[in-house]
C-alpha cells in the first residue's frame, strides 16, 4: 500500500543564518551560534556544562509543485514558525522554499558539508527541517521506502522512473546522517511516510545530562506512522513549537532532551488528532551514533534563583538589567473570580454569572482577559453556503480579551520596538481611549500580538475562527448568543435597516462606534461586543466552505495566504450580519474605520 502525505517535515539539527531560495542566496541577521553552555548544580558544587560549540539549522519548505503534486500554502507558515522556535534556542537558521531536486540535494550536502564535515565541528549539533509532501512505496517483498518530495519530481504513479531519479529517500538521509562527523543530529518528519528507519526503537531516557551530550547520536522523529496522512495545516509543527519553547521540558529540570520532546509530541498529537496521528520515534541503526541525546535549553525551571537569561544558558547579553518586556514575563497574572450580566432578548430581567480572569498590565494600561472553558459546539449554519456543513469542533480551554481592543491599549503596543512592521499610534477614524481601535489591517493587528507577546512574556495572537464562534455562541445554539433575535439595547449595529427576520422594529442607528462594554451586557462567557461595534479579524484565511476544515478549533486553518476571516459585524451593518455563525473576508492589507480585533492567550496558567 502506498500513502501520500499531506504534509511532512524533516528535521535534521543544523542551522546558518540565510535565506535560500531556488533563485537566491540572502545573508539575514539572526541570533548567533555561539558557544552554548550553562551553569548547574551538582551535588554542593556549581558545574559548568558545555552545551555545543554551534547550532545550526536548515529550514527547507516545499509548497508549489510543479509536476502533479496539490500545492501546500500551509508550509511557508510551518517555515516561519519553526525558524523562529529554533532561532529562540540559538540556533543560526537558513531557509530554502520552493527547491527541485537537484537544489535540494545539493543544498542539503553543502549544508551538512559547511557544518558537520571537518574536525572543528564535532561538538556542533544540527537540525534540517523539511515541510513538504512525503510518499511510501511498498515493495514486491513488502519492504517499505519512505521519501521526501521536491519540487519537481513527478507522482510516482505516473513516472516511476523519474519519480526514482529525482525523490529523496531515507535511505539517502540516513547516508548524510552518517557522513555527519557532529555529535548530535535530529531528523524529524511530519507525513504520513515512515519508511525503515523510523521502525527501530522505543523512547528510552538517559540517566544524566553530560552522557546525553558527550555520547554520539542520529535521532528520527515522524508526525505519524506509514499508514498515516497529515493535514497542511500542521498539529505536529504547532506542537512541535510548543514543544521547543518549554512545554515538553516534562520533568521540569530546565532542559529538553530530544527524547523528551518526542515523548511530548506523541502525547499532543495523538490527543489532539484523536489518534489520526501518532507519532513515532527512532535512532539510526547503528550502535556507535544511537547512545547519546540532542538536548535544549528550557524556559521552564525549578530553580528560582535563576534569571530567565541564565536558565537558557546565559549567552545572551541584556547589560546589568533585564529590560521591562523580560520583567514582565517573569510575572503570573493573579487570578480573580468576574462577575457579570448577561441577558437574552425573551429574558430581559438578565442573570448574574461569573468567569476566572486575570488583569494584563499593559504599560499602565490594563488588559482584561476572561477564561473560555473548553468544549465541544456545532460550528457553521445552515443560512448561507459559506457557512456549512455544520460540524463538531473541539476547543481547549483559553482567554480571550473581555473587550475589543481599546485605542489606550494600542497606543501602548504601538509604542514598543517594531518587530516587523511601524504601528501607527492613532489609526482609528474615531478618537477616544475607550472606544475600539478601527482601521487596522490584519497585519497591523498580528504585530501589535507580536509586540505584546514579547513584552508580557505570555504568546498573544488573534483568535482562530473556530475560537471566535465558540467564544461568541458561549454554548448557545441560537443565531445570536442573546437569542435568534438581537437589539440595538444589546448590540451596536444598524438598527433602523430591514431587520424584521433577526432584528427589532424599533432599533436606533448610532452611526458610530461607542465604548467597549458600554451596552453592560455580556454574553454567558463575560465576553462583550462580540455582536457589532466593530467587526474583528481572526488568525485564519478565507475557505468557501468548510470542508476539510480542521476539527480542532485551537488550530488556525491556513490556505491562501491573501485573505482573511473577519467576524461579528459592525455598526453600519444591519442585524442579520452580526450572526454568530456569519463569516465575511478581507484582504489581509485591508484598513477599515468597521474594523478592529481581540486577542486570545492559549498557555495554561495556574493559581
Known amino acids: 500500500m502506498r500513502i501520500k502525505s499531506l504534509s511532512l517535515l524533516l528535521v535534521f539539527c543544523l542551522v546558518s543564518s540565510s535565506f535560500i531560495s531556488a533563485q537566491e542566496t540572502k545573508q539575514e541577521t539572526t541570533r548567533g551560534a555561539g558557544v552554548v553552555s550553562v551553569t548547574v548544580q551538582d551535588g554542593k558544587n556549581e558545574k559548568d556544562i558545555k552545551f555545543y560549540d ?12 510543479t509536476n502533479g503534486w496539490d500545492e501546500l500554502p500551509g508550509v511557508l507558515e510551518d517555515v516561519q514558525d519553526v525558524k523562529k522556535a529554533f532561532e529562540g534556542h540559538d540556533f ?7 527547491l527541485t531536486s537537484e537544489e535540494l540535494k545539493k543544498r542539503i550536502e553543502t549544508f551538512i558539508a559547511d557544518y558537520g564535515i571537518e574536525k572543528k565541528n564535532q561538538n556542533n549539533r544540527l537540525i534540517v527541517y523539511f515541510a513538504g509532501h512525503g510518499f ?7 519492504r517499505k521506502i519512505g521519501y521526501i518530495i521536491p519540487a519537481d519530481c513527478p507522482q510516482f504513479e505516473k513516472n516511476i522512473k523519474e519519480f526514482n531519479l529525482k525523490a529523496i529517500s531515507m535511505s539517502d538521509i540516513d547516508s548524510w546522517a552518517k557522513k555527519i562527523r557532529s555529535k548530535h543530529a535530529l531528523f524529524i518528519f511530519d507525513s504520513c511516510f515512515s519508511g525503515s528507519i523510523i521502525e527501530r526503537g522505543e523512547i528510552a531516557y538517559p540517566d544524566y545530562i553530560t552522557e546525553q551530550l558527550e555520547r554520539p547520536v542520529r535521532q528520527y522523529l515522524t508526525s505519524g506512522s506509514a499508514n498515516q496522512t497529515v ?6 509543527r504547532k506542537k512541535l513549537v510548543l514543544g521547543l519553547n518549554g512545554e515538553s521540558d516534562l520533568n521540569e529540570d530546565g532542559f529538553i532532551s530530544a527524547r523528551e520532546l518526542a515523548k511530548y509530541l506523541k502525547d499532543q498529537v495523538t490527543s489532539s488528532t484523536k489518534n489520526r496521528q501518532t507519532p513515532q520515534y527512532a535512532v539510526i541503526d547503528n550502535q556507535e551514533l544511537s547512545d547519546g541525546d540532542m538536548v535544549f535549553r528550557s524556559e521552564k525551571t525549578k530553580n528560582p534563583n535563576r534569571s530567565r537569561d541564565s536558565a537558557m544558558g546565559g ?11 523580560e520583567l514582565a514575563g ?13 441577558i437574552t432578548v425573551t429574558d430581559r430581567n438578565g442573570t448574574k454569572k461569573s468567569a476566572r480572569s486575570y488583569d494584563e498590565d499593559i504599560s499602565s494600561v490594563k488588559l482584561e482577559m476572561v477564561e473560555i472553558p473548553e468544549g465541544t459546539f456545532k460550528m457553521g ?18 482567554y480571550m480579551s473581555i473587550y475589543e481592543i481599546t485605542q489606550a491599549q494600542w497606543r501602548a503596543v504601538a509604542q514598543m520596538d517594531k518587530i516587523k512592521i511601524k504601528l501607527e499610534k492613532s489609526p482609528s477614524r474615531e478618537h477616544g481611549d475607550d472606544l475600539p481601535v478601527e482601521n487596522v489591517s490584519w497585519e497591523m493587528a498580528e504585530e501589535f500580538c507580536k509586540r505584546l507577546s514579547k513584552y508580557t512574556g505570555r504568546e498573544y495572537t488573534l483568535p482562530t475562527e473556530a475560537e471566535w464562534e465558540y467564544a461568541a455562541r458561549a454554548n448557545t445554539t441560537t443565531q445570536f448568543s442573546f437569542g435568534d433575535r438581537i437589539n440595538t439595547e444589546v448590540a451596536n449595529y444598524d438598527g433602523l435597516a430591514d431587520n424584521l427576520q433577526y432584528g427589532s422594529s424599533n432599533g436606533t442607528f448610532r452611526r458610530k462606534t461607542i465604548p467597549v462594554g458600554n451596552l453592560k451586557f455580556a454574553n ?12 474583528e479579524w481572526c488568525l485564519d484565511t478565507f475557505h468557501g466552505t468548510y470542508n476539510n476544515a480542521p476539527t480542532d478549533g485551537n488550530i488556525a486553518w491556513i490556505g491562501e495566504l491573501s485573505r482573511r476571516i473577519v467576524r461579528g459585524g459592525h455598526w453600519n451593518i444591519s442585524a442579520s450580519s452580526l450572526r454568530s455563525s456569519y463569516r465575511n473576508n478581507l484582504l489581509f492589507d485591508t484598513k477599515s474605520e468597521y474594523i478592529g480585533f481581540r486577542v486570545v492567550m492559549r498557555s495554561k496558567l495556574t493559581k
Open 315 to 325: 549567552s545572551r547579553k541584556t547589560g546589568s538589567s533585564q529590560s521591562d518586556s
Open 524 to 535: 454567558a462567557f463575560g465576553l462583550y461586543d462580540m455582536h457589532g461595534n466593530v467587526a
Open 381 to 398: 449554519s445552515n443560512v448561507l453556503p459559506n457557512e456549512k456543513p455544520v460540524r463538531d469542533v473541539s476547543v481547549k480551554n483559553f
Open 136 to 142: 511510501t512505496d511498498t515493495t514486491s517483498d513488502g
Open 330 to 342: 517573569t510575572k503570573m497574572p493573579e487570578f480573580k473570580i468576574r462577575e457579570f450580566m448577561t
Open 54 to 65: 554551534g547550532s545550526y539549522a536548515l529550514v527547507i519548505g516545499i509548497s508549489k509543485y
Open 92 to 98: 543560526k537558521v537558513e531557509t530554502a522554499i520552493n
Open 231 to 236: 493535514s497542511d495545516n500542521s498539529v505536529f
